[in-house]
């Protein structure tokens, strides 16, 4: 099946809602913090959507250009779900550190799972992304 890059960031704009969603029930009923594991398959899901929009961003949009198209596309989602992960965890530790609510007990171990977990969704991403597409991406650019 080939996929053009607009399915691909339809198929996105399902996936951001379907985690938006599970987020705001998660917020509502207290899941992060009744189910001691809830946050593993919320970083899973964020780590798919981050490679498989790496993927698109960087194969298919035409947005960039230049040695990033060289990149493999499991590099490409791979290196999303670092990059974004990392950053969301700089985010998060500025906001504790801003907050002075204090750093959780386990704060590090907690943080590496995380970061763990998005570089692993960010490789399901590739892999659902291999799976349904069939690429090299059109070269035919505007």
């Known amino acids: 099946m080939r996929l053009d890059g607009d399915k691909l960031l339809r198929a996105l704009f399902v996936l951001i809602w379907v985690l938006v969603c599970i987020h705001i029930a998660a917020e509502y009923y207290y899941w992060y913090w009744t189910y001691r594991w809830f946050d593993v398959p919320m970083h899973i899901l964020g780590g798919m959507w981050l490679g498989i929009t790496g993927i698109w961003l960087v194969h298919y949009s035409g947005y960039l250009r230049g040695r990033l198209r060289n990149l493999s596309y499991v590099v490409t989602a791979l ?20 907050s002075k609510s204090g750093i959780p007990v386990n704060y590090l171990m907690d943080t590496l799972l995380d970061l763990a ?8 991403g590739y892999v659902f992304f291999r799976q349904i597409v069939t690429y090299p991406p059109p070269t035919n650019r505007a």
């Open 79 to 98: 290196l999303t779900g670092i990059v974004a992960g990392s950053a969301w965890e700089l985010y998060e530790y500025g906001v504790l550190h801003l």
């Open 117 to 124: 977990m998005d570089t692993a969704g960010a490789f399901v």
